[in-house]
């Protein structure tokens, strides 16, 4: 099966060689926007606005095009696209990890920082949500912890929407497909006048779910979810903007279609548990941002919260015995303030500062039903976690050479962490209470580095970049010894070089980049002694080393190719558990060695034809693995691959996409975990198809 990929894509490759000749042209995407110029690229994630070809990080770039093209409705969908980037695409909206370069974590704070305009994403939780109306996505591998900070030591990923001031126009898209897909969204973009613009969009999907429950008959991973937004943008004078954006999002979700894995056979059984499992939530967040621009400097200030509400019910032991029953609810509050100063323009010296602060409060409770013997166990969490720093960033151009630029940056960053504990246990109708207490804050103060230099040689730009990562330590929300109570911060060393180059007159693209990481006291996840639930520990030391490439061609007589690959060789180089299980020299799981990324797009305009105006057609071939799923590296996915087609007409005011997703029904398991003796898989997305109908007025 993966010769008949890699041939397909080789065909598809040749034959559009062709294009990278030919003159340039710009290709509408369904919003009727345009890709963006290849020289012209300018990364908004980097708080310094650092035009793509000289910024010393590697970065993937989805336009909207590119967003609409793959069919791209969530992060998790980005898994690939973005190379050595990987999410896996398991149990729920609430199961979200991201993992770059071998840098993530599976559960509690992330390794990769959101932000979703300039809102960021304190808590993975928050990570899986509907995307719609995007304008585009950067991902900037590699420690960000210089301007941005806690928990972004593998990167950060910025989403930015659609903005009124440059966009207008009203539209409503209607999709459906196999499995009971169907969705509903629209928006309307106004510029009320030359100084107020608004916009105005909802959004709706449901499925039935693609995987059915033995026991029930029922699927078991079933959905809606709804959400809206509205941007308000006033331009107060030449030099000043301010603007209000808020979103909400509530989901109702089936999810957890896990089955027991049978080691005679080597394969997954039928999904067969008798508790309804599922996951709710609703998402709150608006940011306030004010910026004051000049020809010398500009300032911005950012106001940003978020509100986080929901519920997790689920049958721990996916089995039809009655066992055991979790319920978890979580009520957050994240509130931060962000204001930073810079230089513009390109000059010899050029500055920013920044000051930052946060908030976030958490209201946890864990309520867990045990039917052998019969108990019920409660667990309450008040939690609070609030942070300041303090950081800058020079730039000295053409630094003892001409065409040289060296880049230092520097972070100070304190957070201190404080946990109220409530453990009370109802058995034979008698209430104990077996812990409530306030433990000792934690507190940390960290300096994070950074240096770079970039050399500019015509086309091209080679840049080398040393510095430091951080991702926070904190309590763990699930322990039954006192030493497992908390876990100490990991810190990393992110040595990079790459190059950035045009060719064909800037008709094609390339990115490449080498990296090693050294990371100390990495946290792991690990399952509590009795399986019921799970915790992070600090493993010893660790490294991540490898490459990655981007390829790409701008637009050319309507055709547009990618190529992403990424390889990562991740592995403990000291992890001792105990006095008899050493895992040092394993490789850390979760991280696929290789990541391969192939997009062709190629449209044809029809002259004279009363019908149509436009034909395209797109094809995403989409690879991972190998990667293990445990620490010891005893059970591993080989590596795979996906493709993605759409096809789609154009008349006009309307456009009628098909499209197609695992058009091979590949199989390959999307998650695998071990826990009260059993093991444990979830089967990756089945082949699904259907039609988008969208409308412009």
């Not at 963006?36 to 070809?53: C, D, P, Q, Y």
């Not at 590699?142 to 659609?162: A, S, V």
Request: contains cysteine.
């Amino acid at each position: 099966m993966r010769t008949k990929y890699i041939s397909l894509l080789f065909l598809f490759f040749i034959s559009s060689q062709g294009i990278l000749a030919q003159n340039t042209a710009d290709l509408p995407d369904s919003s009727g926007m345009s890709r963006i110029e290849l020289g012209e690229v300018t990364i908004r994630a980097s708080r310094a606005n650092i035009k793509l070809k000289e910024m010393h990080a590697s970065v993937s770039l989805l336009s909207s095009a590119a967003i609409s093209e793959n069919e791209i409705h969530s992060l998790r969908e980005i898994s690939s696209v973005a190379p050595n980037l990987f999410m896996p695409d398991y149990g729920s909206k609430l199961t979200s990890p991201v993992y770059i370069r071998g840098v993530g974590s599976r559960i509690n704070a992330p390794s990769v920082g959101l932000y979703v305009d300039n809102v960021p994403h304190f808590e993975k939780a928050a990570f899986d949500f509907d995307f719609y109306d995007m304008e585009r996505i950067e991902v900037l591998r590699g420690p960000q912890g210089t301007l941005y900070g806690r928990n972004t030591m593998g990167g950060i990923i910025n989403i930015f929407t659609l903005s009124p001031m440059n966009y207008q126009g009203s539209y409503l898209q209607l999709s459906a497909g196999n499995y009971g897909q169907y969705a509903i969204h629209g928006g309307h973009y106004r510029k009320i006048n030359d100084h107020v613009a608004l916009s105005l969009a909802a959004n709706f999907v449901h499925n039935d779910g693609f995987f059915t429950n033995r026991h029930t008959g029922d699927r078991v991973d079933k959905m809606n979810s709804f959400g809206s937004r509205m941007r308000l943008v006033w331009k107060i004078s030449e030099k000043a903007t301010l603007e209000n954006i808020a979103g909400f999002e509530s989901s109702r979700q089936g999810g957890y279609p896990y089955a027991l894995f049978n080691d005679s056979l080597n394969k997954a059984e039928s999904i067969n548990y008798n508790h309804y499992s599922y996951y709710n939530r609703d998402i709150f967040s608006d940011a306030l941002v004010f910026n004051y621009n000049t020809d010398k400097y500009e300032i911005i200030s950012t106001t940003a919260y978020q509100l986080l509400d929901d519920i997790q019910k689920i049958d721990q032991d996916f089995t039809p015995d009655t066992l055991y029953y979790v319920s978890q609810t979580q009520l957050q509050h994240a509130l931060s303030q962000e204001v930073t100063a810079r230089s513009v323009g390109q000059r010899k010296y050029n500055w920013l500062f920044g000051v930052y602060g946060f908030f976030q409060y958490f209201d946890n409770a864990v309520d867990v039903d045990m039917y052998v013997p019969p108990m019920r166990l409660f667990k309450q969490y008040d939690h609070s976690i609030a942070g300041f720093a303090l950081f800058h960033q020079s730039v000295i151009h053409d630094f003892l050479i001409k065409n040289l630029s060296v880049t230092g940056g520097i972070r100070l960053d304190f957070e201190k962490d404080i946990l109220a504990y409530r453990y009370d246990r109802e058995m034979n109708e008698l209430l104990t209470n077996l812990a409530d207490t306030v433990y000792p804050s934690l507190k940390s103060l960290e300096v994070l580095p950074k240096i770079a230099l970039n050399y500019k040689k015509g086309r091209n730009n080679y840049y080398v970049v040393v510095a430091k990562g951080y991702k926070t330590g904190g309590f763990n929300s699930t322990f039954e010894r006192p030493g497992d109570l908390t876990f100490d911060p990991e810190q990393s060393w992110n040595y990079e070089a790459g190059a950035k180059t045009s060719l064909l007159k800037d008709r094609l693209y390339a990115d490449i980049a080498v990296f090693y990481i050294n990371w100390k006291n990495q946290q792991i996840y690990q399952t509590v002694p009795s399986g019921r639930g799970s915790m992070l520990k600090n493993a010893g030391h660790s490294s991540s080393k490898g490459f990655e490439a981007t390829l790409r061609t701008n637009t050319t007589r309507g055709c547009y190719i990618m190529i992403a690959y990424g390889y990562t060789h991740a592995a403990f180089l000291e992890h001792r558990v105990d006095a008899t299980t050493d895992y040092s020299g394993n490789f850390i799981p979760y991280v696929p060695r290789h990541t391969l990324a192939v997009q062709l797009n190629r449209s044809f305009q029809i002259k004279g034809s009363a019908l149509l105006d436009e034909i395209g057609y797109n094809l995403l071939y989409r690879g991972a693995g190998e990667l293990y799923w445990n620490e010891k590296n005893s059970h591993r996915q080989g590596y795979y691959g996906l493709l993605d087609a759409r096809i789609s007409l154009r008349r006009n005011v309307f456009q009628l996409d098909i499209w197609g997703r695992n058009l091979f029904n590949t199989g390959y398991e999307a998650f695998y975990f071990e826990a009260l003796g059993n093991k444990y898989v979830q089967a990756g997305k089945p082949f699904q198809f259907g039609f988008n109908a969208s409308f412009k007025f």
